[in-house]
């Protein structure tokens, strides 16, 4: 073999080499089931419309952002100063929700008719009766997905709590069941699922202490977004 055709040779090994190392996808590596989403400096995510192929808007600690490629980058879409729990999607109009209980949003005051990228006032409160569970999806053929806050009390007959991490529940006509989630003690905000099915967790950045007592959150820390890489029934 001469030293031109060994050269030959050696570049094409090499560009196979280079074509097989990029088709991998870095995100199945790190989670078989799970895409994780960070918006930088959200510290918790609340809630999630749209969708991760077209336009994904969510809230944070107090902003809104939205992504256009996949949550590879992130634009500051509205100063709330302070958390938005709720957003209501209603054909292709998303209602910003608060909440004062914790397990229902309302109290709409600002909508959005393009996913984030403006918003307008509800001058008139023709939409301050909308409401919308909060932690769960469903029911959808028959299926409902719910997150399941684990707490331990600060001490015994304490109405205040360490909080734990999260499961999300599946129940399916009175079948319960965990989901597998991604491998990561995770406290989970809120649930969101998409039109085509795909399930979103809105999760904290905070860390567990050796007690599994949840510790939130560094200022600058990022949101986090799970998506699942299946669809849910």
């Not at 969708?51 to 634009?75: C, H, M, P, Q």
Request: hydrophobic share 30%; glycine share 6%; net charge negative.
């Amino acid at each position: 073999m001469t030293n031109q055709h060994f050269l030959i040779l050696l570049c094409v090994a090499c560009l196979a080499c280079d074509s097989s190392t990029d088709s991998i996808d870095p995100q199945q590596e790190e989670d078989p089931n799970w895409i994780q989403l960070e918006v930088p400096g959200g510290r918790q995510a609340y809630a999630i419309a749209g969708d991760i192929n077209k336009r994904l808007l969510v809230t944070t600690w107090t902003k809104a952002y939205f992504s256009d490629d996949r949550g590879l980058t992130w634009e500051e879409s509205y100063n709330f100063h302070g958390p938005v729990h709720g957003l209501l999607e209603r054909n292709d109009t998303v209602f910003s929700l608060i909440t004062s209980n914790g397990s229902i949003a309302s109290l709409s005051q600002l909508y959005t008719t393009d996913y984030g990228k403006t918003w307008e006032r509800d001058k008139n409160g023709s939409f301050k009766n909308l409401s919308m569970p909060l932690k769960t999806v469903g029911p959808h053929e028959g299926v409902t997905y719910e997150v399941i806050e684990n707490v331990t009390p600060l001490h015994e007959g304490s109405s205040a709590f360490y909080v734990n991490p999260s499961d999300v529940r599946k129940d399916s006509e009175g079948h319960t069941s965990n989901i597998p989630l991604p491998d990561r003690k995770l406290r989970v905000i809120n649930l969101y699922k998409d039109k085509d099915n795909y399930l979103y967790l809105a999760a904290s950045s905070g860390v567990f202490d050796e007690n599994n007592y949840h510790v939130c959150c560094e200022p600058g820390s990022p949101a986090l977004i799970y998506r699942s890489k299946q669809p849910f029934p």
